[in-house]
Nanobody
Framework: QVQLVESGGGLVQAGGSLRLSCAVSGGSIISYAMGWFRQAPGKEREFVAAISWSGQGIKYAGSVEGRFTITRNTAENTVYLQMNDLKPEDTAVYLC???????????????WGQGTQVTVSS
């Protein structure tokens, strides 16, 4: 049973930073693209960032480009999201997902984590 567990969320002031982790157990991420989404109260889930199986393909939502960085560590079976210069509009539950293939161009997701809350105060 593959499980994704996010951690690293919390309360931070605007302009601050957080680093989210997504630890995967029960299977290897080596062949799969991984991604981060977020969902704010009353809003639909939205794409944040994705990274291909090799790590050479990376995609960001326009709203976070230049502030967030997605990385992966295959040896640790973990994906990270470094978030800098956080804004109140970044407040949301952040969820990690494993794509069904090695590329994020195929928008099909096999597994999701439970999410970690990020709250940015102004």
């Amino acid at each position: 049973q593959v499980q994704l567990v996010e951690s690293g969320g919390g309360l931070v002031q605007a302009g601050g930073s957080l680093r989210l982790s997504c630890a995967v157990s029960g299977g290897s991420i080596i062949s799969y693209a991984m991604g981060w989404f977020r969902q704010a109260p009353g809003k639909e889930r939205e794409f944040v960032a994705a990274i291909s199986w090799s790590g050479q393909g990376i995609k960001y939502a326009g709203s976070v480009e230049g502030r967030f960085t997605i990385t992966r560590n295959t040896a640790e079976n973990t994906v990270y999201l470094q978030m800098n210069d956080l804004k109140p509009e970044d407040t949301a539950v952040y969820l990690c997902t494993q794509y069904s293939t090695g590329t994020y161009y195929v928008e099909d997701y096999d597994y999701w984590g439970q999410g970690t809350q990020v709250t940015v105060s102004s």
